[in-house]
Structures are given as structure tokens and as C-alpha cells.
């Protein structure tokens, strides 16, 4: 989530067989986007969910993850960090037994690579990372075969990671992200958002939800690559919209926005009032 604003939280739940697991990721590929949502274990009331809201995401446009962080791999081995962001790189903070909004966000990632028009591992890459420390790189190259597999499209292994960690690591790396979590038994309470960090690790565009939209993930990658930490769409998203937690999606507060435009016109009006007024006084002060 991010800071002072609204975005979902979600719970895993149990794993299903990775049969089932694989025909949901191919199924949502072919999906056209579906509403923003959020979904738990537990029915969560309105008040924890706003508490909660606000303070599981908070973004850090212009600060650097570190790159000197040692995980692992889908082997096991050792990876640096640094070693992987070598262009501009989306990193997805999920865990793979998670079957709820993790499937979802990185199956929509999947269908969105395969029409970005760009090179991976060349003009991007894509590092999904496990915030829960008991996953191994079993997991982690079993999920990485679920989505490169359900993408109709060749995709290089090397243009899409998937890492491990200890708890140390995961906490540095997502504490650097401003992505914080919470453990709720076996699941987790999380956001919902991916980041796009530069190749020196500047991290430059927080992107919310599970809707991915390609134009909004090109632009993200264009400014990665000329190192320019752009503005986050959060601030008048959060203005213009407002979560419905019955309904589990945003919804457009019109009465918000229409009161914003009136008075920002009136202020306009005002101003052009004042300052014609004015040019009239100082035309008539010049004549003899």
C-alpha cells in the first residue's frame, strides 16, 4: 500500500496442484483486465482495512534499493543483486504459494510482456521476489516455469527471475521499497504493486494493482532508462477515486472531483477579473 493512500491488501491461501495453479495463469492471460481488487482469508471490516491501507506502502521515488544484496536463485546459488539490474528491471514483491492476488498480478505481467514491444534482458527485466523466507528455489523455479510456459510467446529464463531469500535480505530489500508486510499464519497481508528501479537501482515508478496497463509499463521503462524518477499517479488516484471495500474496487468519487473543477474554474475566473481590472487602471493612468 502506499502512504496515506488506498491500495488492496490480500492473503494467500492453501497451494492447489500445480496443474490447476498452471490453467488459472494461462486462463488470466487470455482475461481482458479485470477490476482492482482486494481479498483476504478472513473478512477484514472497513475500519482495519482503511488502518491497514495506510501504512503498508510507501513510496520512495528517487531512493535506491541495494544492489549489493546477496539472494538466491532459482538453483539455490548465490545472486547478487546488482548482477541482475543491469537494465531498467520491474521487481514484483510476491510469494509463490500464494494462489490469490500474487497469481493474478504475475499472470497479467506475463500477458503484458508479451506485447511491450522491447527486448528482455536487453532493454528490461523483470525480478519477482518471495517476501516469505521459508520458500525455497524449488518453488521458485517451479513458478518460473508456470508463467514462462503460459505465455504464448518464447520468453528468455534469464529476462524473468525468480529469487529467494533469508529474512535479513527480504527485509532490507523491501524496507529500501518502502513495501511493508504482515504475517497472518501461513499467508501473508500485503500490497499489491510492482516497482521499476533504473539500472544504478534508482527506484523511478511505483505501478498499483493487478491491471497492468502497457502503455503505463513503457513509460515507467523509458524513464528507468533515462534515470528520471517520475511523479506517482497515486496522489490523484487517491484523490479521484475511493476504495469500496463491499464492492472491493475503486470507485470514481464524482462529487469530489466536480466540486475541485468548479472551484478551480471560479479561481480562474477570479484571477481573470483581477488582473484585467488592473491592466484597465494602468491603461488609464497613461493617458493624458
Known amino acids: 500500500m502506499q502512504s496515506g493512500s488506498s491500495s488492496p491488501l490480500i492473503t494467500g491461501s492453501h497451494l492447489p496442484s500445480r496443474l490447476t495453479l498452471l490453467a488459472l495463469v494461462t486462463f488470466l492471460l487470455f ?16 475500519a482495519t482495512l482503511l488502518e491497514n491501507q495506510a501504512v503498508v506502502l510507501d513510496e520512495h521515488l528517487g531512493e535506491k534499493i541495494p544492489l549489493d544484496l546477496i539472494l538466491r536463485d532459482e538453483a539455490g546459488k548465490p545472486v547478487r543483486l546488482g548482477d541482475l539490474v543491469t537494465a531498467p528491471t520491474i521487481i514484483l514483491p510476491v510469494y509463490y504459494s500464494c494462489t ?22 536487453e532493454d528490461y527485466r523483470v525480478i519477482s521476489v518471495s517476501i516469505d523466507e521459508n520458500e525455497t528455489p524449488a518453488m521458485a523455479s517451479r513458478s518460473k516455469k508456470m508463467y514462462l510456459t503460459a505465455m504464448k510467446k518464447p520468453f528468455p529464463e534469464d529476462g524473468w527471475r525468480f529469487l529467494t531469500g533469508d529474512a535479513a535480505a527480504i527485509r532490507k530489500l523491501t524496507d529500501a521499497l518502502g513495501f511493508h508486510f504482515q504475517r497472518q499464519g501461513r499467508d501473508f497481508i500485503h500490497p499489491v504493486a ?40 497515486r496522489k490523484l488516484m487517491e484523490y479521484c477515486f475511493t476504495f469500496d471495500p463491499k464492492g472491493k474496487t475503486y470507485v470514481f468519487n464524482l462529487l469530489r472531483v ?25 491603461s488609464k493612468s497613461r493617458e493624458p
Request: charged share 15%.
Open 31 to 46: 482475461l481482458s483486465p479485470c477490476r482492482l481488487h482486494a481479498h483476504s482469508t478472513e473478512q477484514l471490516n472497513k
Open 100 to 121: 490469490n492476488v500474487c497469481v493474478y498480478l504475475q499472470a497479467r505481467m506475463a500477458g503484458v510482456l508479451q506485447n511491450l514491444g522491447r527486448r528482455p534482458v
Open 194 to 233: 510492482s516497482m521499476v528501479v533504473s539500472p544504478d537501482g534508482t527506484i523511478i515508478r511505483y505501478l498499483y494493482g493487478t491491471t497492468i496497463l502497457p502503455k503505463d509499463l513503457a513509460f515507467a521503462l523509458v524513464e528507468a532508462k533515462n534515470g528520471i524518477a517520475g511523479i506517482s499517479v
Open 258 to 282: 466536480s466540486a475541485s473543477v468548479v472551484i478551480i474554474a471560479a479561481g480562474s475566473f477570479l484571477v481573470f477579473l483581477l488582473l484585467g481590472n488592473r491592466k484597465r487602471i494602468q
